[in-house]
Every structure is written in structure tokens, then in C-alpha cells.
């Protein structure tokens, strides 16, 4: 208990922070989002080039009130005003769904380097235009990320090497936030906005599923959903049971749910990997390896994660395929920084998510080496999938605005 409360307190108020240096990236967030701390704000107070200079809302007393609460010292009448200062390098997008492709686009095409919330876009037709465009190919270009930042955890790069070890037979994910933390009036449940749970902690599930098989899925056999009827959050799915075929058969399943019980449990996913035969001394005999690996806190590890590593051994003679010795073997281990992983990087182990995928994005902005990545055609493939989804349960993807429509027959932004 103690470990865990220096972790968080020193994620969010991190010991002997470092100064700025000279050449730090100026940052600007476009909205006033609750989600802005926890993405940018906390973890730039431990990085020595990440400098949060401003923030804009559609309301501006709304963003004075944010800037105040949150130590940032410029506050912009408009969007477009932080697009517009050429002293602002990179910016945040943490607005509603439905708008992450307008201000990303427009973003790039003022030469900012944008780190975009997850879901990336509305729809895989959005995303494959967004991460497409023209500007991203050429020398100098900016960097686009979409912020998954779970994949930066040491925790859950670990787990993916370990599954690496043998060809996977199964995976399932769940998670869940529980129904005292939504409302039905949030943006989560607005279907204009690119609502839904799928949109929401169904990212995550989709995203494990598609690492750890190492593949993209052939279809969506299944997906059963809870979802609203009325108003404006018609067609807004609270929870889904989605079945993924993988190729060679494989099946991969994700549950999640908006509305869960009232005592939340963290996000898992647990994979089942092929038998594997092993070095055996007796030359008449095969020794043979059957592992099972569950990662408990995919989302927020920081604060409690544990990897179960299950092994059945079986040995077996080499001309009857008589058993001869069968036996099980279980340990946990933990991976609250890269030294723990295996794995020569920095991070300490009050680091968030968050604040390792800002340690990437800004070395891919000073073009240094990144130890891990969500590349643009990666981030298509995820909102492909989750279209699948949505199509198989019936809900239709998530809309896409008339600025998008605009923006795809070349009309001006």
C-alpha cells in the first residue's frame, strides 16, 4: 500500500522536477477536457522538453478556469489562435470524438505536431483520409500520434514479449467503468459525437486483441450490445460482447461496459498460447510447454497491474505419445518500469502511461530513436475494426461530420 501511494502521489507531483531546456516544445490544448491532466499536464511536469504554454475552449472563462487549476500561462480566444502563434510547436486534441478529425487536420496543415486522443477519428473512412494526408509524407512533416497510451506502459510491452514466445490460440479482454462514473447525458452516449463504448474503453479491448494475435481480424462473428433508443443517444452502445475471427480460425473476444457493477475491477486480457516443445534430455522422450498469460491493469497500471504466468508441462514418450509426467507451474511478476521489463529505457516507476508515450512523441519530434510506436496505418487498422463491430451489432459506425465531408472533396478548411 505504501509503494502504491508514493507511485501515484509522485505521478501526479514528481519528485525534484527537472528545469526546462531551452529547445523544450511548446504545447497548446485545444478544449478544456478533463482528460488533458492525466494525458499531457502531469506527465510535461517531469519532462525536461514539454512546456503546456496555453490552452482555448469555446467558452473562454471555461479555459481561464482550466489555465488557473492547472498552471498553464496563456489562455487563446479561439482554436485557431493557437494554430495560428508559430512560437506553438505541438498540440493536444482531447476534444469529443466527433471532432478529433477537424482539429487534427486542421493542425496539420498549420505544421503542429498533434498528439490526438483515442479514438483517433469517427470511422476508419475518416481515419484512413486523416492519416493519409498529403503533409505527413513530405521532409520536416509533423508528427501524428494517436494517444493509446496504454501500449507505452512497460507493464504491457512486457506481457507482449512474453506472449511472442509461442503462436497464440486465443485471446480475451475485458474492462469496465462502473455505472456510477457515466451518466447517460455525457458525451460518451451522444451519438453525434461519436458516442458509445466501443469508442470508449472497447478501444483498449480491440487494440490487445489485434497486438497480442499479431494480426488483423478477418471478421466480426458476433457482437452482441446494451444500447440506448432514444434521442440523441440512439444507437449508443453502454456495453458489448464482441467475437473476432483471427487468421487460421483463431478466436479473439472483448467485453466491456459503461454501466458496470458498482465495485470496479481492472481491465484484463488473457491469451492462450499453443503448446511448445521443449530441449528434453532423454532422447525417447518430448517435453512439451503449454502456457497461459493473464495481464490484470491494462489501462491504468501504474496503480496495480500483475502478470500470471500459468505453464502446464507434459512429457511424454516419443513412440507411444504415452504420458509419463504431467505437472503445473505458476508465478506473477510485475513491471512498473523498463529495468523490471528487461528492457534498456528510461521511466521511473511513478511514471504513467501517459508520461511514457509523451517520452516517445516528443523523441519522434526531435527525430531520436522510439522504443515503441502507433503508427498512422496502425491507428486505420484500429478504426477498421471497430467499424466491423459496429456494423455486426446492427448500430451502424459512427457518423462523420459535414466537415469531414467537406474536407474529402477538397473544400477549404
Same mark, same amino acid.
Request: aromatic fraction near 10%; charge should be neutral.
Given at each position: 500500500?505504501?509503494?502504491?501511494?508514493?507511485?501515484?502521489?509522485?505521478?501526479?507531483?514528481?519528485?525534484?522536477?527537472?528545469?526546462?531546456?531551452?529547445?523544450?516544445?511548446?504545447?497548446?490544448?485545444?478544449?478544456?477536457?478533463?482528460?488533458?491532466?492525466?494525458?499531457?499536464?502531469?506527465?510535461?511536469? /517531469?519532462?525536461?522538453? =514539454?512546456? #503546456?504554454?496555453?490552452?482555448? *475552449?469555446?467558452?473562454?472563462?471555461? +479555459?481561464? &478556469?482550466?489555465?488557473? %487549476?492547472?498552471?498553464?500561462?496563456?489562455?487563446?480566444?479561439?482554436?485557431?489562435?493557437?494554430?495560428?502563434?508559430? /512560437?506553438?510547436?505541438? =498540440?493536444? #486534441?482531447?476534444?469529443?470524438? *466527433?471532432?478529433?478529425?477537424?482539429? +487534427?487536420? &486542421?493542425?496539420?496543415? %498549420?505544421?503542429?505536431?498533434?498528439?490526438?486522443?483515442?479514438?483517433?477519428?469517427?470511422?476508419?473512412?475518416?481515419?484512413?483520409?486523416?492519416?493519409?494526408?498529403?503533409?505527413?509524407?513530405?521532409?520536416?512533416?509533423?508528427?501524428?500520434?494517436?494517444?493509446?497510451?496504454?501500449?507505452?506502459?512497460?507493464?504491457?510491452?512486457?506481457?507482449?514479449?512474453?506472449?511472442?514466445?509461442?503462436?497464440?490460440?486465443?485471446?480475451?479482454?475485458?474492462?469496465?467503468?462502473?455505472?456510477?462514473?457515466?451518466?447517460?447525458?455525457?458525451?460518451?452516449?451522444?451519438?453525434?459525437?461519436?458516442?458509445?463504448?466501443?469508442?470508449?474503453?472497447?478501444?483498449?479491448?480491440?487494440?490487445?486483441?489485434?497486438?497480442?494475435?499479431?494480426?488483423?481480424?478477418?471478421?466480426?462473428?458476433?457482437?452482441?450490445?446494451?444500447?440506448?433508443?432514444?434521442?440523441?443517444?440512439?444507437?449508443?452502445?453502454?456495453?458489448?460482447?464482441?467475437?473476432?475471427?483471427?487468421?487460421?480460425?483463431?478466436?479473439?473476444?472483448?467485453?466491456?461496459?459503461?454501466?458496470?457493477?458498482?465495485?470496479?475491477?481492472?481491465?484484463?486480457?488473457?491469451?492462450?498460447?499453443?503448446?511448445?516443445?521443449?530441449?528434453?534430455?532423454?532422447?525417447?522422450?518430448?517435453?512439451?510447454?503449454?502456457?497461459?498469460?493473464?495481464?490484470?491493469?491494462?489501462?491504468?497500471?501504474?496503480?496495480?497491474?500483475?502478470?500470471?504466468?500459468?505453464?502446464?508441462?507434459?512429457?511424454?514418450?516419443?513412440?507411444?505419445?504415452?504420458?509419463?509426467?504431467?505437472?503445473?507451474?505458476?508465478?506473477?511478476?510485475?513491471?512498473?518500469?523498463?529495468?523490471?521489463?528487461?528492457?534498456?529505457?528510461?521511466?521511473?516507476?511513478?511514471?504513467?502511461?501517459?508520461?511514457?508515450?509523451?517520452?516517445?512523441?516528443?523523441?519522434?519530434?526531435?527525430?531520436?530513436?522510439?522504443?515503441?510506436?502507433?503508427?498512422?496505418?496502425?491507428?486505420?487498422?484500429?478504426?477498421?475494426?471497430?467499424?466491423?463491430?459496429?456494423?455486426?451489432?446492427?448500430?451502424?459506425?459512427?457518423?462523420?461530420?459535414?466537415?469531414?465531408?467537406?474536407?474529402?472533396?477538397?473544400?477549404?478548411?
Amino acid at each position: 500500500m505504501a509503494s502504491l501511494v508514493r507511485r501515484v502521489w509522485s505521478a501526479f507531483s514528481p519528485p525534484n522536477p527537472p528545469p526546462k531546456e531551452p529547445k523544450a516544445l511548446k504545447f497548446g490544448i485545444l478544449g478544456a477536457a478533463n482528460v488533458a491532466p492525466l494525458t499531457l499536464i502531469n506527465p510535461a511536469k /517531469s519532462h525536461p522538453e =514539454v512546456i #503546456v504554454q496555453c490552452v482555448a *475552449a469555446r467558452d473562454r472563462s471555461k +479555459a481561464e &478556469k482550466f489555465a488557473k %487549476a492547472n498552471g498553464i500561462p496563456e489562455v487563446y480566444d479561439s482554436y485557431e489562435d493557437i494554430l495560428n502563434d508559430p /512560437s506553438i510547436d505541438c =498540440v493536444l #486534441v482531447p476534444l469529443p470524438n *466527433a471532432l478529433h478529425f477537424e482539429w +487534427a487536420a &486542421k493542425a496539420i496543415r %498549420a505544421g503542429k505536431h498533434v498528439l490526438l486522443e483515442k479514438p483517433s477519428v469517427s470511422n476508419s473512412k475518416e481515419a484512413a483520409v486523416l492519416f493519409r494526408m498529403p503533409e505527413l509524407s513530405q521532409p520536416n512533416a509533423p508528427v501524428l500520434l494517436e494517444a493509446f497510451h496504454t501500449r507505452f506502459h512497460p507493464s504491457f510491452i512486457y506481457f507482449q514479449s512474453l506472449v511472442r514466445e509461442a503462436p497464440v490460440e486465443s485471446v480475451s479482454t475485458e474492462s469496465m467503468i462502473p455505472w456510477w462514473g457515466t451518466s447517460k447525458n455525457d458525451i460518451y452516449f451522444n451519438h453525434a459525437l461519436a458516442g458509445g463504448s466501443i469508442m470508449s474503453m472497447g478501444t483498449y479491448n480491440f487494440a490487445a486483441l489485434r497486438l497480442l494475435f499479431g494480426a488483423e481480424p478477418e471478421e466480426c462473428s458476433s457482437c452482441d450490445t446494451h444500447h440506448y433508443t432514444d434521442g440523441i443517444h440512439a444507437n449508443c452502445d453502454w456495453d458489448v460482447h464482441a467475437r473476432f475471427r483471427f487468421p487460421g480460425g483463431r478466436i479473439g473476444e472483448a467485453k466491456t461496459t459503461l454501466r458496470g457493477p458498482t465495485i470496479w475491477t481492472p481491465s484484463t486480457a488473457k491469451v492462450q498460447l499453443q503448446p511448445v516443445t521443449l530441449p528434453e534430455d532423454q532422447p525417447n522422450q518430448i517435453k512439451t510447454r503449454t502456457r497461459h498469460l493473464t495481464l490484470h491493469g491494462i489501462v491504468h497500471a501504474i496503480f496495480w497491474h500483475r502478470i500470471d504466468i500459468h505453464d502446464t508441462y507434459e512429457i511424454r514418450s516419443k513412440d507411444s505419445g504415452a504420458l509419463i509426467r504431467r505437472w503445473e507451474e505458476k508465478r506473477s511478476e510485475k513491471a512498473y518500469t523498463f529495468k523490471e521489463a528487461g528492457i534498456d529505457s528510461p521511466g521511473e516507476d511513478y511514471w504513467m502511461s501517459f508520461r511514457h508515450q509523451l517520452e516517445q512523441f516528443v523523441n519522434r519530434v526531435k527525430g531520436r530513436e522510439t522504443l515503441t510506436w502507433v503508427d498512422g496505418e496502425d491507428s486505420i487498422k484500429q478504426m477498421e475494426m471497430i467499424d466491423m463491430a459496429y456494423e455486426k451489432s446492427g448500430l451502424g459506425a459512427r457518423p462523420s461530420t459535414g466537415f469531414f465531408e467537406t474536407f474529402e472533396k477538397g473544400g477549404e478548411l
